[in-house]
């Protein structure tokens, strides 16, 4: 389980690589955080700030899941939730009655990616679809919001403004 | 006094329509901020040759800044 911190501004948007030298020489360019700062033998890229947290971040790409969790009411309670993989996963998002068996399953190098990023159902076969080879996508062909730098994250100047919302996100992924 | 009542009249349709308006107009609202913070992409195996470039992105998508860290325990 990983801490994020800071400030998301309106529209914002941050990424979160496994790995900032392995995601900048796949992507071009440096993530907002890192999750395993020398995985793969490399040295800790020092610009890019690590995430406070533990966990295996080793991947089979037979089952993943990615949950970002709210805490409010004294509980964390799941927020929204992508769960990738051949394996069945659980998936259990607020808002989803039928708490059964759920995953996006893609072949191949691919990206889940959700449908309307300016909304969220709770139902992850509305919300995501299967972008199958990401590494064919080259950055120009992207979006400017696929990759905007991020809006008032590193902002740490006390409360937030416009709609202040007290939370704590944070990020687990299970193999 | 006809005027009156018609003015009355005029004047609470009017009303009607306003709250109706304020209705439609804040409710899609409220809709929207029900969800804060999302996950936009999740990129599991985008090399495979060196297997560490998977990324997640998150983005707020409320009509406010996001304090992510405000109440961590």
Same mark, same amino acid.
């Given at each position: 389980?990983y801490n994020?911190?800071?400030t998301?501004g309106i529209?914002?948007?941050f990424? $979160? @690589?496994d790995?900032a %030298?392995?995601?900048s020489?796949? =992507?071009?360019?440096?993530p /907002?955080?890192?999750?395993?700062?020398?995985?793969?033998?490399?040295?800790?890229?020092l610009?890019v700030?690590?995430?406070?947290g533990?966990?295996n =971040?080793a991947?089979n *790409?037979?089952?993943?899941?990615i949950t970002l969790w %709210?805490?409010e009411?004294?509980?964390?309670?799941k927020? /929204?939730?992508?769960a990738?993989g051949?394996?069945q996963a659980l998936y259990?998002?607020?808002g989803?009655?039928?708490t059964?068996?759920y995953s $996006?399953?893609?072949?191949?190098?691919?990206?889940?990616t !959700?449908?309307?990023v300016?909304?969220d159902t /709770?139902?992850m076969?509305v919300d995501?679809?299967?972008t199958?080879?990401?590494?064919?996508v080259?950055?120009q062909?992207? *979006?400017? !919001?696929?990759?905007?730098?991020?809006v008032?994250?590193?902002l740490?100047?006390? @409360?937030?403004?416009g709609l @202040?919302?007290s939370?704590v996100?944070?990020?687990t992924? %299970?193999? | 006094?006809k005027s009156?009542?018609?003015?009355?009249a005029?004047?609470a349709a009017?009303l009607?329509l306003g709250t109706l308006m304020l209705?439609i107009?804040v409710?899609?609202?409220r809709?929207?901020i029900?969800?804060e913070?999302t996950?936009?992409?999740? #990129?599991?195996?985008g090399? #495979? +040759?060196?297997?560490?470039d998977?990324? #997640?992105k998150?983005c707020?998508? +409320?009509g406010?800044? #996001?304090?992510?860290g405000?109440a961590?325990?």
């Amino acid at each position: 389980m990983y801490n994020l911190t800071g400030t998301l501004g309106i529209g914002g948007c941050f990424i $979160i @690589a496994d790995n900032a %030298k392995a995601f900048s020489d796949t =992507w071009g360019f440096l993530p /907002d955080y890192e999750m395993e700062p020398t995985a793969g033998g490399v040295s800790d890229t020092l610009s890019v700030p690590n995430l406070s947290g533990s966990g295996n =971040w080793a991947l089979n *790409n037979s089952e993943d899941n990615i949950t970002l969790w %709210k805490y409010e009411g004294g509980a964390y309670a799941k927020h /929204d939730e992508i769960a990738y993989g051949t394996t069945q996963a659980l998936y259990t998002e607020v808002g989803l009655v039928d708490t059964g068996s759920y995953s $996006i399953t893609c072949s191949g190098n691919a990206a889940v990616t !959700r449908n309307d990023v300016n909304s969220d159902t /709770d139902n992850m076969y509305v919300d995501f679809n299967c972008t199958a080879n990401p590494n064919a996508v080259t950055l120009q062909s992207l *979006n400017t !919001r696929d990759f905007a730098l991020p809006v008032g994250l590193l902002l740490t100047t006390g @409360a937030a403004i416009g709609l @202040a919302i007290s939370t704590v996100s944070r990020l687990t992924r %299970k193999r | 006094m006809k005027s009156s009542r018609a003015t009355l009249a005029t004047l609470a349709a009017a009303l009607a329509l306003g709250t109706l308006m304020l209705l439609i107009t804040v409710l899609p609202a409220r809709a929207a901020i029900a969800t804060e913070v999302t996950i936009e992409r999740f #990129v599991y195996d985008g090399h #495979v +040759s060196f297997d560490y470039d998977e990324y #997640v992105k998150i983005c707020n998508i +409320s009509g406010g800044s #996001v304090d992510l860290g405000g109440a961590n325990p």
